[in-house]
Every structure is written in structure tokens, then in C-alpha cells.
């Protein structure tokens, strides 16, 4: 018997690296059509944008094989996910991940959040409410930022997805109050009638016409609604590591450890440095600038160079894995930069896995759910996954 009880044998991993690459959807989904999202394909339109990068490493795993259906040999295996939750967005995308099927999707407030809800906002914090509306984070700031500084006044604003988002400038609202107005909004909307995905906080510095968010975002989510593949690890005593906001998305609910990141430079420079050190378990990473910074931005040139960033990175992160070792890269949800709007997109997501054991790499078949990946990790580690298939049998 090995470490916490699993047997070792050919099929067992010691540490399993899963980094999720916030946005990068790999073509549109089959029930795209409901989303309004036909036609999204944000790898191909990204690598497209581009053209003079080349993303050789990402080639090697299988990226132009899943986005032009070549044949070239790779050293890993390759495929693409469904969706099978009601959502496109990054609570729901992670959720399912980790075994969880949302029916019911989280509310959303296409005309601002209501009355009822602002005014005891403002009561409960002591500040009022500018913006409550659907805008881009850069744009409220911009249009906003100086009535805050004036005011005081925090600006609150939603998107297309089940967001609730307070933005303020750190010289006005230090951070820890904003995390603490962030954490009422957080208590006001657990009731029914507002239950949102996540409340974040967006702090940011500078002056008027010169704003810029920083790294202190905070993302106040809710517990999953059943125990997922990290809690059950967690119980198992494995090592479940979070790098970015991970620990965010699942409300920290069977996270054993955390890394704050500054963006995705950091984010892959963590990475790099958890392939050499030892644990028994799960690093789960996700990358955010793809959807943040680039996505909704709808930069698709920066969308490209991010891409290659991460390209560029793949060869540090292979070179600290052994033959103990599974990486899985992945997507949460798509966000098309060349598509119409500046939210996220209904697509299938590239599934990119890789050992040093690995002696005969191929094309699987489609994933029917996120949660096969999920199921795929419990199944290393001999815990329970509340939902998806397994392909761990396959990976030889």
C-alpha cells in the first residue's frame, strides 16, 4: 500500500497538476444556439489573430489537432469537454469540474439590481451606491472613478453573468473595508430573490483617466452545494493547493492550502515552482488573465500573446514532472474576443493531458461532462466523485 492508503500500481499518480486557463474555449458548444453563442471559437479566432505565434508546445499536447482536426503524433492526450450545467460562467464551469451539475443557474440582473437590495446595501455599509448597472469593469471605472473619489461612494455594477461587483479606489476605501462591504453584500445576497455566483471586489489605484485595477481582487462565492472531489480529498488527507482563485471559486471548501497570485506570470511561476516540491495530491491552478484582462476586453492580439506566454512555460512545467506525475489543462467556460458583446461564450473546452509515462498518446473520445476530469482525478486517489466518468484506465 502507498501513501494515505491507495495502492500503487501503473494507474496511481502521486501528484496530479490541473491548471485551468480561464476562458479558452475550444469551438461552440452543442447547445450553443440557446446561449446565443454560434459561431464562437475563441482558440481558433485567438490563433488566428496572431498568426506570426507559434504555439509548438501546445502543438506537441495536441492544439492544432483538436482546433484543425490534424493527426500530428503528440506526446499527450488529447480531447475536447461539454458542458453539461445551465451557466457559461466561471463558478459553474469549476463546479461541474469538481462534480457538481447546476440545474438552476444563479440569478442575473440585466437592468441593474434591485431597489430593495441597494438601499439596504448602502444602509448595512454607510455608503452609497453609484453605477448599479451592466458595464465593464474598466469602463464603470472610467465613467465613475472621479464621482467616487468625490463621493466616497462605491460603484456597483453586474455583467451577463451571476456577478456582483464593487469596485473602489484604494486611497478611498482601503481594501480591507471594500472586502468587508463585499462580505455584507455577500450576506444580503444568500437570499433567493438575489442569490448571485460571487460577489468580487475591485479594488483599483490612479487618477482620473489613468485608473487601474490591482491584484487585491476578491471573489466572495457560496458553498458548493454538495461535497465535490476536493472535499473528499481533503478528507483523505491529500494535499489540495490552490494557485490563483480557486480557493475563491469554492468558497475555500476543501482547499488544504493557498497562493495569491498577481496575474498569469505569477500564476505559471508557481506553478513551475510546485512541480519541484513534494506533496501527495492535487495542484489546481487557474489562470484568469485570458478571461479578465483579454476576453472581456475583447483583445484578441493580447489574448494570443498570453496564450504564448503560457506556450512558452510549458517546457518548465514538463521538465519538473516525473513519471508520478499527471498535468491536465483545461478551460472553465469560453470568452471569444472576435465575438459579438463582451461576455463569456456557450463553448466546448480543450482537454490537454500529459505524464512522462505516457507510451502510446491519442485522441480520446469527447467528454460528456466537465466532471470527468474531476472523476478522473478521484479515481487516482480512490475517493468518491459525485459525478462524471473516469478515463484514468485509458491514460497509458
Request: net charge neutral; proline share 4%; hydrophobic share 35%.
Amino acid at each position: 500500500m502507498g501513501l494515505f492508503g491507495f495502492k500503487k500500481n501503473n494507474k496511481n499518480f502521486e501528484r496530479i497538476f490541473l491548471i485551468v486557463m480561464d476562458s479558452v474555449g475550444c469551438g461552440e458548444a452543442n447547445d450553443a444556439s440557446k446561449y446565443n453563442d454560434v459561431g464562437a471559437f475563441t482558440l481558433k479566432h485567438v490563433m488566428e489573430a496572431k498568426k506570426e505565434n507559434e504555439y509548438k508546445n501546445f502543438n506537441r499536447l495536441g492544439l492544432s489537432n483538436l482546433v484543425y482536426n490534424y493527426t500530428y503524433p503528440t506526446i499527450g492526450y488529447y480531447t475536447k469537454a461539454n458542458e453539461i450545467s445551465n451557466g457559461k460562467d466561471t463558478l459553474t464551469g469549476h463546479l461541474e469540474m469538481m462534480g457538481v451539475n447546476t440545474v438552476h443557474p444563479y440569478h442575473t440582473f440585466s437592468n441593474g439590481f434591485p431597489d430593495a437590495l441597494i438601499h439596504e446595501l448602502e444602509r448595512r455599509c454607510g455608503r452609497k451606491v453609484i453605477g448599479n448597472k451592466v458595464a465593464s469593469g474598466t469602463e464603470i471605472i472610467k465613467e465613475l472613478g472621479e464621482e467616487h473619489m468625490k463621493t466616497g461612494s462605491i460603484i456597483v455594477y453586474t455583467s451577463a453573468d451571476s456577478v456582483l461587483q464593487i469596485a473602489a479606489h484604494e486611497s478611498v476605501i482601503s481594501v480591507d473595508e471594500l472586502y468587508k462591504i463585499c462580505s455584507i453584500a455577500r450576506e444580503l445576497t444568500l437570499k433567493e430573490a438575489y442569490k448571485v455566483g460571487r460577489v468580487i471586489a475591485r479594488p483599483f489605484i490612479g487618477e482620473p483617466g489613468n485608473f487601474t485595477r490591482t491584484a487585491n481582487r476578491k471573489d466572495f462565492a457560496l458553498n458548493p452545494p454538495i461535497p465535490t472531489v476536493l472535499d473528499n480529498l481533503k478528507k483523505k488527507k491529500y494535499t489540495v493547493l490552490s494557485i490563483g482563485k480557486i480557493a475563491d471559486i469554492f468558497n475555500e471548501c476543501g482547499i488544504t492550502e493557498k497562493i495569491h497570485i498577481e496575474d498569469n506570470t505569477d500564476g505559471i511561476r508557481q506553478i513551475v515552482r510546485q512541480t519541484h516540491n513534494s506533496f501527495n495530491g492535487l495542484c489546481f491552478a487557474n489562470l484568469n488573465d485570458f478571461d479578465s484582462k483579454y476576453g472581456h476586453r475583447r483583445n484578441p492580439i493580447g489574448y494570443a500573446d498570453a496564450l504564448k506566454e503560457l506556450d512558452d512555460a510549458l517546457p518548465h512545467i514538463i521538465a519538473g514532472l516525473t513519471e508520478r506525475d499527471l498535468l491536465i489543462i483545461t478551460a472553465d467556460h469560453g470568452n471569444d474576443p472576435t465575438f459579438t458583446g463582451t461576455d463569456h461564450t456557450r463553448e466546448k473546452t480543450p482537454i490537454f493531458i500529459y505524464s512522462p509515462r505516457f507510451k502510446s498518446p491519442k485522441r480520446l473520445e469527447e467528454f460528456k461532462t466537465f466532471a470527468d476530469i474531476g472523476a478522473t482525478i478521484a479515481d487516482n486517489f480512490n475517493v468518491k466523485a459525485p459525478l462524471g466518468t473516469s478515463v484514468l484506465d485509458k491514460l497509458k
